[in-house]
């Protein structure tokens, strides 16, 4: 191809390449902790990236037996693997990653190397099982031969005199000698057992071990010298006086050994005595007994742990198996473990600051108890608003009566038996809650129509989570009256509260109630006393329409929303108000919304409208109306003279002041008209008139700068008479008589048409005074 550049090849042959994952770099193992019996929590470290593999091979040695598995349930680089065996030795456990891909009916598999430390676990043993323990009070009586003892053994029921023969065949069998022969055995083990729970060098001095030679199968093959047979028995009078030997106690110790298949190479066997932990025996996995001898009095408990050792793990031993606790007394007693835990433990609460506990139990009059006492409200409160203080820590009572509870607090009960120094397991846990107070001088603000402002305060000596407050009312979407809550506010220090309730309903009847909440299951609340109620007040009308038609004003108002229903409102009714010289009111019912009022004339009014409930008002914004001044009414002419005339008329409705104006009928005698008058009252009386005059009067009221309608009337003086003692008889005279008959002539004609319209004023018809000085200019001279 590289010679001749025209040449081209074809594949031969398709060759399928899986290349190898990335190893793991990091194994770790430890204990699955809900079962570390037969689980294990495996973590991986290894290459993410381009990293491809399918599952896992676990490879390990099983003991002698080795093991290998595929495995691909990892999240996260975890996995728990709980198939194990308890108690065995795995080692060598290695993780290789696998990738597998398949190809044209072919499978391809590649392993990646091994690219982390190997490890080794061992899975925990269980512990024994069926523990039982008994326990013989021995006191020895020496005489005067040292050879010569009686040794008295008292069971848990009976004391009696035991004969060493039979002793030994009835308590301290074959069994229970090997088990008091191998106690010697297992002090060499200690170093042994150095990962135990407590190292010790040497036994306790309060314990003695029994020792007995043991043959090469195992057997007992002499009594313990305690326990050699009596040759003689006697007493001198020296021996009653030596002070007897404090008592001791034998303890036999019986197991069976752990439920299969479990891997144990024996047991460990521990004596608490007063808090101290002692390892005293180690026994192999055939020894299923042991007996010790207690030289002190004091609290003991005995514990037994299966230990498994083959193998190149590490020693690890099982959970305690305990056997028993017991106390021995000074005085030679002793007490049995309390194991029974009381039972139906009930609380009363007798009051605010005292509950009393009672239980059952077998042992409840042979034995005290102890009453355990602890605040949970002091651990959900905060530190500023912590009221309860004296049972925030646990305190042990040996009383069944609880003093100095916090009224609201919640707290747990546990119930010990007691047979001092021992206590039994402790009873189920106990929750119980005080009943809060409640508050107290709960006031009630108003806002307005639909707003108020509720304020109380609480006693200092109460806890409580919150405060709930509610409201009762009639709901019209629902047609439904319940307790609603309202609003929540969280417990603080302060003794006084405030909270705003918004968006009521206006001129509407409403229950307030704030109750204390405290922690319980279900919540406890105190108390439905505090109660208030309250009508909101109305909202305000709005005057949509005022009208006024023939001396009545018409008056429409709204009220609300559009389409408010009035039908459970608490409003009692409208008050329609027309506030001028005169307040005139209205009542008119809630249904109404409309109003129809007669007001004087002449005045300017403030219209408002009031909605009213039981308690509470609220009026409209007001709207002026201003009313023009009616005409003079019933006008009349009182008095007449010569030279003056005297008008009486009624007022209607209100008046500043009246103007008069009298002008004279006879339309050649303008100059005789009066300038306008004017007065303030209902009477007057026209002056300076000339005699035999006709004259059309009108009166107008006026009021806030307005006028009425004119009132017209025509008054007439009186004429004047001649006096017949005086005659001037001349030529001047007659000359004069002559030209005012000339002129009286003149003056008929124009009286008689002055008359025809004197009638015609008389009559009420209304004068054109213009029309009159036109008529008067054109007649003749």
Known sequence: MVVNSNLTSRPARSVTVLTKPLSITQLLVHDYQPSPETGVVFEVKYPEKFNVFSRVNISYWEGNNFRSVFYKDFFKGKTVFNHLMPGICYSNITFQLVSKATFNKTTLVKSSGIGHEPQQHRTAPYPPQNISIQIFLVNLSISEDPAERITVETSTTETKLINPTEKSAEMFDDQFESSAASSSYNWTEEKYLANSSSETTAPPYWWTSETATVDVEGFVNEIPPDYENPT???????TVQDPLPPPSFKVLISWFPPKPPTAFDGFNIYIHKDGNVTLISSVDENTHDFVTELMEPGKYTFSIRTFSSSGSCDIRESSDAKAASFYISPDGKWFEELTEKPNNVTVSILNSTAALVLWTSSLAGSSDAIVSVQSQTCQK????????????????????VIRNLVPGAQYRVVVYLQKAPLIGPPSDPLLFSTEPTGIKDLVLYPLGPSAVVLSWSRPYHSVFRKYVVEMFYFNPVTMTSEWTPYYEIAATVSLSSTVRL???LPAWYYNFRVTMVTWAEPERSCCDTSTISFITAPVAPRITQVEYVKTLLYITWRYGEKGLDLSHSRMLHWQVTAEGKKRIKKSVSRNMMTAVMALPAGDIYNITVTAFTEKSSNASLPYVVKLDPAPPKSLFA???????????WVEEGFSDYFEVFCRCSDLVQSEYDKDAVMVSSHVVTISNLHPGTSYNCSITSVSHHSASVPTFITVSTLVAEMNPNVVVISLLAVLSILLIGLLLATLVVLRRKHLQM?????????VNFATLERERRKAPI
């Open 638 to 648: 009182v008095n007449k003279t010569q030279t003056s005339v005297t008008l009486l």
């Open 758 to 766: 004197s009638r015609e004023c008389g009559a009420g018809t209304f």
């Open 381 to 400: 409160q905060k530190e500023s608003q912590r009221l309860e203080k004296y049972y925030c820590k646990e305190v042990n009572l040996t009383s069944n």
């Open 232 to 238: 003689s028995v006697s007493f001198s009078a020296e």
């Open 502 to 504: 918004t968006n009521l």
